[in-house]
């Protein structure tokens, strides 16, 4: 474990390195520690089966291995802090980290517990907005959702993908960044609208930015026509 962990920092001082040597202005980890850019936090929260696999299927539609919820979601403590702090430790630039969507994470889990989707998607957002907070309080610029399952479970994502947005950032007064889904290989008809949201109204305007980001960007939000 000591030498697993070891060999986590030195990749990742190396992505450090190479995102300012190419001038990159805003760094991340490269997530580097993660064998998944959403498992990695779901399989860390209380009710989620630690040795038993679910099964869903991926937005192309083939069937993935996928974390199994069979109890009431909870944080029992941070999943990426540690990694955030190690971050902040190893540059001075503006800082970013990135964590799963909580509707994402719904469709990419067996759900064996909550009476709907909905429901468990709800769950892990209050679980996400936990992280979130900590990930601002130690310094973190910008915290990144990652939401690209939008594109592909359009009905859901009608259903309950705001809602979940808005309530992982609920109280949240700090810059955020949303990344829905990329457009490639993705029909036009099914290419992301811009909607409103708590994560889209905290922009540059009503809150206060780092001066080293200013100017730089806005929070943004999209849904699926």
């Given at each position: 474990?000591?030498?697993?962990g070891?060999?986590?920092d ?31 936090f779901s ?6 089966d ?23 979601i ?17 540059t001075?630039r503006?800082?970013?980290?990135t ?5 994402t ?65 609920a ?6 960044c949303?990344?829905?889904v990329?457009?490639m290989g ?38 699926m026509?």
């Amino acid at each position: 474990a000591d030498h697993l962990g070891e060999a986590g920092d030195d990749a990742t001082r190396l992505a450090i390195r190479d995102m300012e040597d190419a001038g990159i202005d805003i760094i991340t980890d490269g997530e580097m520690r993660r064998e998944s850019y959403s498992n990695h936090f779901s399989n860390a929260l209380d009710g989620v089966d630690p040795d038993v696999p679910g099964a869903a299927l991926t937005r192309t539609g083939r069937p993935d291995v996928v974390p199994l919820v069979n109890g009431a979601i909870s944080r029992r403590g941070p999943v990426e802090l540690e990694s955030a702090r190690f971050l902040l430790a190893n540059t001075d630039r503006a800082t970013k980290v990135t964590v799963p969507g909580a509707f994402t994470m719904s469709q990419q889990a067996q759900n064996d517990y909550y009476p709907s989707r909905r429901e468990l998607g709800l769950a892990l957002a209050d679980a996400l907005n936990e992280e979130i907070r900590d990930l601002f309080s130690v310094g973190v610029d910008i915290v990144q959702i990652d939401e690209p399952y939008l594109q592909s479970f359009v009905d859901d994502a009608r259903e309950y993908a705001v809602e979940a947005i808005n309530r992982s950032v609920a109280g949240v007064k700090a810059p955020q960044c949303f990344t829905p889904v990329s457009a490639m290989g993705i029909s036009s008809a099914r290419r992301p609208r811009v909607i409103r949201s708590s994560a889209s109204s905290a922009g540059p305007t009503s809150i206060s930015w780092p001066s080293r980001l200013r100017n730089r960007g806005s929070t943004c939000l999209c849904s699926m026509p």
